[in-house]
């Protein structure tokens, strides 16, 4: 039986007659950066395309001119506890995205249509293939920030990249451009 299609703020879902869902990041204005709600949202997108049989294929790409430009990064609260707990929930759900990438069975395709930042560059080798404009840039300031690496990047990006480039993104902050990872294989 086929499920409906979610109707969700953050993410929009598109679905062809030929079984491939579009999953686009939906806060152009805010360049697709990933709060509690997008987060819920992609999570609720990628467990609706898992479940609906119809889905052989699933897309993930961007509204405007950011793929993803990573975690929101919310004003200094006044309270530190609410600080504690907004980190607290959003790095559940980084958890439960990241698990539900891991254990997805359909082909899952990465359409980068424009820059990534931190999580939008860590999520694309949980994907099958991943396809990106020319103009794209990747870049994890998770050092700069003194963030700890996400998505599993710490593994994934030296069996993808190699040791020296997964330590020049996630380590020195190096900015990588489409064609720079196009020649070593990491995006068509």
């Known amino acids: 039986m086929r499920k ?76 530190m506890e609410e600080l504690k707990r907004t980190a607290e929930a959003n790095n559940n759900l980084f958890k439960k995205l990241v698990d539900l990438l891991i254990d997805f069975p359909k082909l899952l395709i990465a359409a980068v249509n424009g820059k990534a930042f931190g999580f939008g560059v860590t999520f694309l080798p949980h994907c099958d293939v991943v396809y990106s404009i020319p103009e794209a840039t990747f870049q994890t300031p998770f050092m700069q920030w003194a963030f700890c690496a996400e998505g599993c990047s710490s593994y994934l990006f030296p ?30």
């Open 159 to 188: 069996k993808y990249l190699g040791q020296s480039i997964a330590s020049e993104l996630l380590l020195m902050n190096k900015t990588y451009t489409a064609p720079e990872l196009v020649k070593i294989g990491f995006i068509r």
């Open 4 to 79: 409906p299609v979610p109707i969700l703020k953050t993410f929009e879902i598109e679905v062809n007659p030929d079984g491939i869902a579009i999953l686009t990041l939906n806060r152009p204005k805010r360049a697709n950066a990933l709060n509690y709600e997008l987060l819920q949202d992609w999570i609720s997108s990628i467990k609706w395309a898992n479940e609906e049989e119809q889905v052989k294929i699933v897309i993930v790409t961007g509204k405007g001119n950011f793929f993803c430009s990573g975690l929101e990064l919310p004003n200094v609260p006044s309270d």
